[in-house]
């Protein structure tokens, strides 16, 4: 499993990407894995503020229906909207053409409580 060193993890198999005040939040390889085929996302929560932790919307696969929790806190300003037409990037570019929202990184500091690509790792035993 492919996990990039230069993301943070959190607990709940999503990971983070920050440039600048931005944050891109997608789930883990290990996620889709676990998920199989994914076939819909419903994420409603484009211009709300949600807090870390809290859920921004639902990841569909084949055999389940998952939650999505927000690994920061921060203002949702966008949905990728290639998962529309396209789900299954999720499948096949988690950390590239399948990251699922866009948003304002709120508080620096909720980074520190995620954990690096090590981390992440000895967690999903990798």
Do not use: C
């Not at 990841?59 to 998952?66: G, L």
């Not at 409580?113 to 990798?126: C, E, K, N, P, R």
């Amino acid at each position: 499993m492919n996990f990039p060193s230069e993301l943070k993890y959190s607990k709940d198999h999503e990971w983070v990407r920050v440039e600048g005040q931005t944050a891109y939040v997608g789930i883990t390889d290990f996620a889709q894995k676990e998920l199989g085929d994914i076939v819909y996302l419903d994420v409603t929560s484009v211009g709300q503020t949600i807090d870390k932790e809290a859920i921004f919307g639902t990841i569909e696969a084949v055999k389940t229906v998952s939650d999505l929790f927000m690994p920061v806190s921060g203002e949702v300003l966008e949905f990728n909207a290639e998962l529309e037409s396209a789900p299954e990037l999720v499948n096949s570019d988690p950390y590239g053409k399948g990251w699922i929202v866009k948003v304002t990184l709120a508080n620096a500091s909720d980074l520190d409580a995620l954990l690096d690509a090590a981390a992440y790792t000895t967690l999903v035993g990798a």
